[in-house]
């Protein structure tokens, strides 16, 4: 009998610990920022922090039409060099969305001035993030096709 009891206590516990867990998660802040990781280390940027420049310039779609947009964001390169990372043009940098989409840029792309943005607003709208709240976009001009225009942009892996 004792031990039904116990079990019974354990079960109970159990269960509240996890809907207080769930609660906890769907309560807490939304994550809205991006991740920068070099070397070993990981450096959070908040999106509301973020220096704003106004940039435009044309993407080409899968079907080569192409389409100009207007964007507030900042250079990738000047983004970095304000969190001391350094690249070099030999360096290989990974762009992932939240929903784990990944693109590849060169060290050179991100070094070619007006080249390479992180846009936090497009054509004078809010980007969203996958879950709502605060997003970004990684915005590669000069591309045939806009396939590295990684929506939900999250962490940037610089190596």
């Not at 070397?39 to 106004?54: N, R």
């Not at 080569?64 to 207007?70: A, K, L, N, T």
């Not at 943005?117 to 997003?135: C, F, I, T």
């Amino acid at each position: 009998m004792k031990k039904k009891w116990m079990i019974g206590i354990i079960v109970l516990l159990a269960g509240v610990a996890a809907v207080l867990g769930f609660m906890n998660r769907q309560n807490s802040p939304k994550d809205e920022g991006l991740l920068l990781q070099s070397s070993g280390s990981t450096i959070a940027v908040s999106f509301e922090k973020l220096d704003q420049i106004t940039f435009e310039g044309d993407l080409v779609n899968g079907k080569g039409e192409v389409s100009h947009h207007e964007y507030k964001g900042v250079e990738l390169n000047a983004l970095l060099e304000a969190n001391r990372i350094t690249v070099t043009e030999d360096s290989v940098l990974t762009a992932t969305s939240e929903d784990n989409y990944s693109a590849e840029l060169s060290g050179a792309e991100v070094l070619e001035a007006g080249k390479v943005y992180v846009a936090v607003s497009a054509d004078g709208k809010m980007l969203e993030g996958l879950e709502g709240g605060q997003g970004a976009q990684l915005i590669v001009f000069g591309d045939s096709n806009s396939k590295r225009a990684v929506r939900y942009l999250k962490t940037i892996d610089i190596r």
